[in-house]
T-cell receptor
């Protein structure tokens, strides 16, 4: 069974640009969560999607958005990038949500210059 | 604020020794999980323990949960250099079925 796939692996953008990150969950998993990881803040919860619906959202500005498609693949978008958005963005999938173990992708390392 | 907090922040031991990491949390939980992260990569799930369980084992790993003290510990026995990584506890709160919150992690170094 293929694992969680995140693309791209690395991304370099400049301030003010927007970026879209992609996550393909394990086949059969309907829950996809996104996290931002930085050295200073650790792993911060961004949002969780289940069957195309956002069920929960963390404390991030509206510049951070996401969606989930009918095949459970998910994308997150960050508009008007700021230097502080530089981070490792991790996607995790599970069958139903928080009551089960999460399977993580390798992440997308975003650098904003 | 973080739901879970690991202690210590960093731990350095010799190969063959045991490593113990602790996690404290603030609100009632459905389950508590431990994950490992090797430098700059995705997290790998180690153990999930539910709120009605007190102890779980997996190979060289032993996790305990004390819901009265809102704390958990992860014990790695007979450590190896390959165990060098960051370890995170993560909690799913009783009020939320869709959100897993991670603590800041413990950085473990196992010296050969």
């Amino acid at each position: 069974k293929a694992g969680v796939t995140q693309t791209p692996r690395y991304l370099i953008k400049t301030r003010g640009q927007q970026v879209t990150l992609s996550c393909s969950p394990i086949s059969g998993h309907r829950s996809v969560s996104w996290y931002q990881q930085t050295p200073g803040q650790g792993l911060q919860f961004l949002f969780e999607y289940f069957s195309e619906t956002q069920r929960n959202k963390g404390n991030f500005p509206g510049r951070f958005s996401g969606r989930q498609f009918s095949n459970s693949r998910s994308e997150m978008n960050v508009s008007t990038l700021e230097l502080g958005d530089s981070a490792l963005y991790l996607c995790a999938s599970s069958l139903e949500g928080a009551n089960e173990k999460l399977f993580f992708g390798s992440g997308t390392q975003l650098s904003v210059l | 604020s973080q739901q879970g907090e690991e202690d210590p922040q960093a731990l350095s031991i010799q190969e063959g020794e045991n490593a113990t990491m602790n996690c404290s949390y603030k609100t009632s939980i459905n389950n508590l999980q431990w994950y490992r992260q090797n430098s700059g990569r995705g997290l790998v799930h180690l153990i999930l323990i539910r709120s009605n369980e007190r102890e779980k084992h997996s190979g060289r790993l032993r996790v305990t949960l004390d819901t009265s003290k809102k704390s958990s510990s992860l014990l790695i026995t007979a450590s190896r250099a390959a165990d060098t990584a960051s370890y995170f506890c993560a909690t799913a709160m009783k009020t939320s079925y869709d959100k897993v919150i991670f603590g800041p992690g413990t950085s473990l170094s196992v010296i050969p």
